[in-house]
Nanobody, 126 residues
Framework: QVQLVESGGGLVQAGGSLRLSCTAS????????MGWFRQAPGKEREFVAV????????YYADSVKGRFTVSRDNAKSTVYLQMNSLKPEDTAVYYC???????????????????WGQGTQVTVSS
């Protein structure tokens, strides 16, 4: 079993940056794909970014491509989401998730992920 805890959320002005962290306990994340999702009020949870566990391949939603960067430090059991040039539409609760997917794949569907954090709020003011 894996427990995931996100941190780093907060209030930032448009154009600003935040770095989210997701720290795992219970087992290593070195063989898990690690994804980030978000859910805005009144909207469904949506995929943001993923980093697989084979070669560290990354994939991003079009809405964040070029602004967000996902990375992982397996030795620290931590995954990061660097968010730059933030926009008001990025406001949401951000969740990290871990999934036991094949190492050569990047998976964007929430159903593929086995472990979820409790979420951290990101609010971007205009």
């Amino acid at each position: 079993q894996v427990q995931l805890v996100e941190s780093g959320g907060g209030l930032v002005q448009a154009g600003g940056s935040l770095r989210l962290s997701c720290t795992a306990s219970g087992r290593t994340i070195s063989s898990l794909a690690m994804g980030w999702f978000r859910q805005a009020p009144g909207k469904e949870r949506e995929f943001v970014a993923v980093i697989n566990w084979g070669v560290g391949r990354t994939y991003y939603a079009d809405s964040v491509k070029g602004r967000f960067t996902v990375s992982r430090d397996n030795a620290k059991s931590t995954v990061y989401l660097q968010m730059n040039s933030l926009k008001p539409e990025d406001t949401a609760v951000y969740y990290c998730a871990g999934g036991s997917t094949p190492p050569w794949t990047v998976v964007t569907g929430a159903d593929a992920y086995d472990y979820w954090g409790q979420g951290t709020q990101v609010t971007v003011s205009s």
